[in-house]
C-alpha cells in the first residue's frame, strides 16, 4: 500500500466531520528553505470543539525512521498522527503525544494510538496558504458524496477488484470440482446398486432378504479375522514350545 493510497482512504474516511486538505504547505513557498508539506491537514467542522489534525504517512520503515520533520507538523496542530499499515509503527516508537491510526490490507481504518489533545492557537501561515491557495482548488474526497466515493473507489481499486474476482472464481471452480466429485460417487454408488439388484433378482433374492445376506457376508469378515489371529496365536505357540524344547535338551558334551 503506497502512502497516496494511505492519503485517500484516510480523506475519504474523514470526510463529512472533517475538511481535509491533502498535500498541505505551512505557508507560501517563496523565498522560505524551510517549508513543512503534510500528507494530510484535517479541519474539524465544529466551533464549540475545534481541532486541527496533522496526518504524516509512512508506506515502510525506512521513511518513518528517516522522518526528522514531525516535531514541526507536531507544532502546526492539536492532534498529530502517523498513518502507516497494519503493524508498520509501534507505540513505545513515537512521541508520547502522538497518534498512531492502522489501514487495514481490507481498507479498514483503525485508530492504534489516541493523540493527546494540545491546545494551540492555529497557525496563521499556514491557514492564509489554505485560503489563498487551496480553496479554489478543492477537489479532494470532502465534497464527494457517498455514491462519487464509491465510484471513485471502484476505478482505482481496478487491481483489488482484478484480485476479489480472482479470489470468487477460485471458490467457484472448487465448488464446481467438489460437486463433480459428489456426481461421481453417486453414478457409482448407483450403478453399485443396480448391479446388486439385477443380482438379486437373477438368483431370486428378496428385499427381506438382503439384511441377512449383509448379516452373514459380515459374520464371515469377522470369522476371517478370528481365523488370521488365531492362526497366528498358534505360530507364537509353536515358536514358544520349540524354545522351551532346545532349553532342555540334553547337553551331549
Same mark, same amino acid.
Given at each position: 500500500?503506497?502512502?497516496?493510497?494511505?492519503? #485517500? *482512504?484516510? +480523506?475519504? +474516511?474523514?470526510?463529512? !466531520?472533517?475538511?481535509?486538505?491533502?498535500?498541505? !504547505? @505551512?505557508?507560501p513557498t517563496w523565498g522560505r528553505h524551510d517549508m513543512l508539506r503534510m500528507d494530510i491537514?484535517?479541519?474539524?467542522? +465544529? $466551533?464549540?470543539?475545534?481541532? %486541527? #489534525?496533522? $496526518?504524516e504517512a509512512k508506506a515502510n520503515r525506512s521513511g518513518f525512521t528517516g522522518d526528522d520533520k514531525w516535531p514541526g507538523y507536531m507544532q502546526l496542530c492539536n492532534e498529530f $498522527?502517523? *498513518?502507516?499499515?497494519?503493524? *508498520? %509503527?509501534?507505540?513505545?516508537?513515537?512521541?508520547?503525544? &502522538?497518534?498512531i491510526v492502522y489501514v487495514y490490507p481490507t481498507g479498514t481504518i483503525r485508530t492504534y494510538k489516541r493523540a493527546k489533545y494540545e491546545i494551540r492557537e492555529p497557525d496563521p501561515d499556514m491557514l492564509m496558504y489554505l485560503i489563498v491557495s487551496r480553496l479554489d482548488k478543492m477537489d479532494g474526497y470532502p465534497t464527494k458524496t457517498t455514491a462519487d466515493k464509491i465510484r471513485e473507489e471502484l476505478r482505482e481499486d481496478r487491481e483489488l477488484g482484478k484480485t476479489y474476482n480472482q479470489f470468487v472464481s477460485k471458490k467457484l471452480s472448487d465448488a464446481n @470440482?467438489? /460437486?463433480? =466429485? &459428489?456426481?461421481? !460417487?453417486?453414478?457409482? &454408488?448407483?450403478? !453399485?446398486?443396480? #448391479? /446388486?439388484?439385477?443380482?438379486?433378482?437373477? $438368483?431370486? %433374492?428378496? =428385499?427381506?432378504? %438382503?439384511?441377512?445376506i449383509l448379516e452373514t457376508y459380515h459374520n464371515i469378515q469377522i470369522c476371517s479375522y478370528l481365523k488370521k489371529q488365531l492362526t497366528q496365536a498358534r505360530d507364537s505357540l509353536d515358536g514358544i514350545l520349540n524354545a522351551l524344547e532346545k532349553t532342555h535338551e540334553p547337553n551331549n558334551n
Open positions: 500500500m503506497t502512502e497516496k493510497e494511505l492519503v #485517500r *482512504l484516510m +480523506s475519504i +474516511s474523514l470526510a463529512g !466531520k472533517w475538511t481535509c486538505f491533502p498535500e498541505c !504547505k @505551512d505557508g491537514v484535517a479541519i474539524k467542522k +465544529s $466551533y464549540t470543539n475545534p481541532c %486541527i #489534525r496533522i $496526518y $498522527y502517523w *498513518l502507516c499499515p497494519k503493524g *508498520l %509503527i509501534k507505540k513505545d516508537e513515537v512521541h508520547e503525544n &502522538a497518534g @470440482d467438489f /460437486i463433480r =466429485d &459428489a456426481e461421481r !460417487k453417486i453414478t457409482t &454408488a448407483e450403478s !453399485k446398486v443396480e #448391479r /446388486i439388484n439385477e443380482m438379486c433378482v437373477k $438368483y431370486g %433374492i428378496g =428385499d427381506w432378504q %438382503i439384511p441377512n
